[in-house]
């Protein structure tokens, strides 16, 4: 399906009702990995938003066009910097995040309405209807796992990579690329073992 955008961030709808937001990040300033947010439109009209990106207006009139954002998602603990700028445009909307972006967000005074890490391993925060997850406790950024059955689409932060980055940095004349450095996907050799560095529960 086509990519479009009036800002720097690709916007495209991935599988029914599954759109993705992707735009250039750079790590450190340094690393371009890319970042993208992914929204999910429900069976009942309502939208999920994974939010990890700038909310530019491009993001913001798709989103309206979607529906009424009623879920606000933190993937993992270092996903969190756009969270209160999506809340505050959506204040309507429930923000579940992991335990360690929220005490990262203390200080903002965001109220957030769940928290993996810290709820019961099966609690249900509303969406599951349409939307599964799963906690991994044991990966160090405390990463969340999403799936949507209806278009059979896995959503993760940092669990996987996929780079370099091509879509993220589409809009923007760069390649994406890293300096020096080859492809990261689940495939190769160094994708195995950088996630298994990222492990703190090898068992």
């Known amino acids: 399906m086509a990519v479009q955008s009036s800002s720097k961030c690709a916007i495209r709808e991935v599988a029914k009702d599954v759109w993705t937001f992707s735009c250039p990040f750079s790590r450190f ?65 429930k923000v579940i995040a992991v335990d360690e972006a929220i005490q990262k967000k203390a200080k903002e005074g965001l109220k957030f309405d769940g928290a993996w890490g810290a709820d019961p391993l099966d609690t249900k925060y509303g969406f599951e209807t349409d939307i599964q997850h799963c906690y991994f406790s044991g990966f160090k950024n405390k990463d969340v796992a999403f799936f949507h059955p209806a278009s059979k689409t896995m959503i993760q932060a940092d669990l996987l990579f996929n780079l370099p980055a091509r879509e993220q940095y589409s809009m923007t004349g760069s390649s994406g690329k890293i300096p020096i450095f080859g492809n990261l996907t689940p495939y190769t050799w160094a994708h195995k073992k950088f996630a298994w560095t990222l492990g703190v529960d090898k068992e």
Do not use: C, M, Y
């Open 29 to 93: 300033n340094i690393i371009p990995v890319g970042g993208r947010s992914t929204a999910v439109k429900l069976s009942n009209g309502d939208v999920w938003v994974l939010a990890s990106t700038p909310l530019d207006e491009a993001t913001k009139s798709k989103l309206g066009e979607l529906g009424p954002v009623k879920w606000i998602v933190g993937a993992d603990a270092v996903h969190h910097i756009f969270l209160g700028d999506f809340k505050k445009q959506f204040p309507d909307a």
